[in-house]
């Protein structure tokens, strides 16, 4: 068990910039999350994976937003045209059939 | 729609003193109730989770947390804490119609252990 790791750990870009970030999960693990989380404030729920099925979409999850996981395996998380407002952690999750999350380190993107 | 609560942005405490980490969620049905510590430069971990069943809580490091459904409550504490607790505790709720996987958290408390 190596846990959940994304790549990069920090991101730094211009406004308008498109970004991408991945997550990869702990192997066997069938659900995957993602959250963004701001200074002071807890993670809040982005999308969510069952295998390769996104089943949940946040309304914070604007059309600049995508993600993807093919083969159930691991994620990546798309920002395209990036705002100022869209400078926070970007963290990932996965977990069994249960309700226990593991969360990566994060990313930690700032937009200039 | 839920939501969370935790009361106290900060709470500082000397070492070995008890400490209790107040939590409230509104929801309107059933929920599962979780905490996690995010220590500093590390992602968070499950300190302990309510699913169904006793109300009392035990989980990892000496933490417990009880679950009060007539005040919506779900309060975090520890008998004696230790310099190492030191951390950011976050309060979540999640609904199980839903497969409990849409997970609200609170905006955290700081836990603050000193010497």
């Known amino acids: 068990d190596t846990g959940v790791s994304q790549n990069p750990r920090h991101k730094i870009t211009k406004r308008g910039q498109n970004v991408t970030f991945r997550c990869d999960p702990i192997?066997?693990?069938?659900?995957l999350y993602w959250y963004r989380q701001t200074l002071g404030q807890g993670p809040e729920f982005l999308t969510y994976f069952q295998n390769e099925a996104q089943l949940e979409k946040s309304r914070l999850l604007s059309d600049r937003f995508s993600a993807e996981r093919p083969k159930g395996s691991f994620s990546t998380l798309e920002i395209q045209r990036t705002e100022q407002g869209d400078s926070a952690m970007y963290l990932c999750a996965s977990g069994l059939d249960g309700y226990e999350q593991y969360f990566g380190p994060g990313t930690r993107l700032t937009v200039t | 729609a839920q939501s969370v609560t935790q009361l106290d942005s900060q709470v500082p405490v000397f070492e070995e003193a008890p400490v209790e980490l107040r939590c409230n969620y509104s929801?309107?049905?059933?929920?599962?109730l979780f905490w996690y510590v995010q220590y500093p430069n590390q992602g968070l971990q499950l300190l302990l989770k309510?699913?169904?069943?006793?109300?009392l809580v035990k989980g990892i490091n000496g933490f417990e947390a009880e679950f009060n459904k007539s005040q919506t409550s779900f309060h975090l504490r520890k008998p004696s804490v230790h310099i190492s607790d030191t951390a950011e505790y976050f309060c979540a709720v999640s609904d199980p119609r839903t497969g409990g996987f849409k997970t609200i958290f609170g905006a955290g408390t700081r836990l603050f252990v000193k010497a």
């Open positions: 929801s309107s049905v059933s929920v599962y």
């Open positions: 192997s066997e693990h069938n659900r």
């Open positions: 309510y699913l169904s069943g006793s109300t």
